[in-house]
């Protein structure tokens, strides 16, 4: 046998399976590529729990809450592993393999049923799946308390539900315990703002819910927000595994969440602090400037500029007094620093409102001076006219007229030589009379009133001549005329409301879908029929406001005093929806009763 292909024999195994392995290769190529299988979807599952549900007797010292899962988890949301009733430290945790050990760096109270919620606070290591959450209830003692409560919690004003909140219950039905004292129960709600408290003791309790910023489990009025109900409240249900409001759901799953029943629905709001100050202050222009109060309604005696005379000064408080603008009517070059004084009641160390005397210093923001320009082609238009606003909008015009709102005040003014025209269909001009109306909250702004009603089909001119306006800065107004008419388009629609039942002064407000813009509002006092024209095919609802104090704003409540914030309702339809649905070219008419909404 030739020598070369005898010292060859030894290899030939090998190229085999490498021939093999390359012809494999390339057989796998042919096909499509393995896709790993389908992709978990699953959330993880609870194995174990120690201790047990519904153990009694736990250790007070050196707890530890083992759950073990069917596979790695993480903790996506730390602050919803919660204990109720809280200690004074929060719960801590780490992860052991496939287990999660909770631990608490307080020792547990003896003879006390304890709540420890882990609701949307783990997912999956792999695909993020959310692990819906569970409550697990155990005792130091030698049994398991068996009442619980549900409610909801909303925000007053738009009654969108609030998620976090915490809500406490309380032995103490002392005023000051939410300010001073852990509750002896609570939980947080979800993202429906509903909540279900469990396995709480038989009794009678205060019930509370807050914004709880800094997660200390107590009520700090400076900065949170706060909810109460006004009578003590016992739980009348008792714990059951079939009960639904127990059960955890998929936050997505609307009808199931829906579904629950809520015993109790607080209304969360934002109280008035109860100490006065100055809080900020800014300069924003040469002649211009303002500060901030902390509590609102601030008594203010006097306001005055070091080297201003008094009659030099414009001020003008917002219609809550918690915000003064301050304006120097003198066209000559401002000072760099304007020092101003004010004199006020301001609370002092002990508490006590005082009358006091601030000085605020109020530097020159840069660039605010068209003196400080450091060329011409840095000076704009704007910098040396009499600037204003003026955008009449068709769909508002006949409720709001035309509103001109100027940047500064003014020192003369010329309404008298406005010149208001129309234009009929067939092109022919005339001279409509108008009045004229300073804004009772803002200086600044005026509404021109047409004092004839303005008709279809019309064209309709306001002109405002050149130089017949003069602000605080020594500066006249431009020429300007807009143009407006009613809004012709045969798609529109018009709803009209019919309110009976008008025992107290309302805000009535016609909202968009997402309740962000109010497109339409009425203050009433009797009953009387509404017009909403020009509306455009949308989503809309309609919110009311019980104005019990007739000041024409919405009041927040006070905890101290038990008083609630002013009502607010949303008008629903027959079928409990609050969406009221406009269709192209539709004429709506609709009654409602407000005494027996607000009953």
Known sequence: MNKRLINLLPAIPILLILGSMMF??????????????????????????????????????????TFTFDEYVVVKEPNNIYLSPPLEKRPKYKIQGKSLVVYFENDLDPDKTYVLDITNALADNNEGNKYPGYSLVFSTGDQIDSMMITGTVQDCN????????????????????????????????????????????????????????????KYDPESEKIAFIDSLVRPVQVVADTIVELMKYDMKDTLKCKARKSEHELSIFREKPSKQMIVNKERVGERTAYITFMAPYAQVDSVWIKGVRPERLITQFNIMKDSLEIWVNDPRKQPDTLYLNVKYMKTDTAGVLTRQTEQVKLPRPKG?????????????????????????????IEQYGFEIEFKYPIVENGWDSLVFRSVNPRQQE??????????????????????????EGYEYFLKIPHRKFKDINGFYNDSTEVKVSLPKDDKLSIMKTVLTGVRNKYIVELLNEKRDKVIRSYVVDSDCTLDFPYLKAAKYCIRFTEDVNRNGIVDTGNLLEHRQPEKVKFYRLENGKEDIIILESAEIEQTINLEEMFR
Request: aromatic share 8%; net charge positive.
């Open 24 to 65: 494999s290769h390339s057989c796998a190529n042919t096909t499509t590529p393995p896709t790993g299988g389908p992709k978990d979807t699953i959330p993880p599952v609870i194995k174990k729990i120690s201790p047990e549900p519904g153990a009694t007797n736990v250790p007070v010292h050196g707890t530890k809450i």
């Open 158 to 217: 738009t009654l969108n539900p609030i998620k976090g909140a915490t809500v406490m219950l309380y032995k103490d039905h002392a005023d000051s315990a939410v300010f001073l004292k852990r509750p002896d129960a609570s939980i947080k709600t979800d993202d429906w703002g509903f909540f279900a408290l469990r396995n709480i003791q038989d009794t009678l309790y205060r019930v509370y819910a807050i914004i709880d910023e800094n997660n200390n489990n």
């Open 368 to 396: 605010t001076s068209a003196a400080n320009k450091s060329s011409k082609r840095d000076i704009k238009k704007e910098d040396t006219l009499c600037v204003f606003t003026l955008k009449p909008e068709p769909e508002r």
């Open 430 to 455: 005339a001279i409509a009379k108008y009045r004229v109306e300073q804004d009772s909250l803002n200086i600044r702004k005026y509404t021109v009133w047409p004092k004839d009603k303005l008709m």
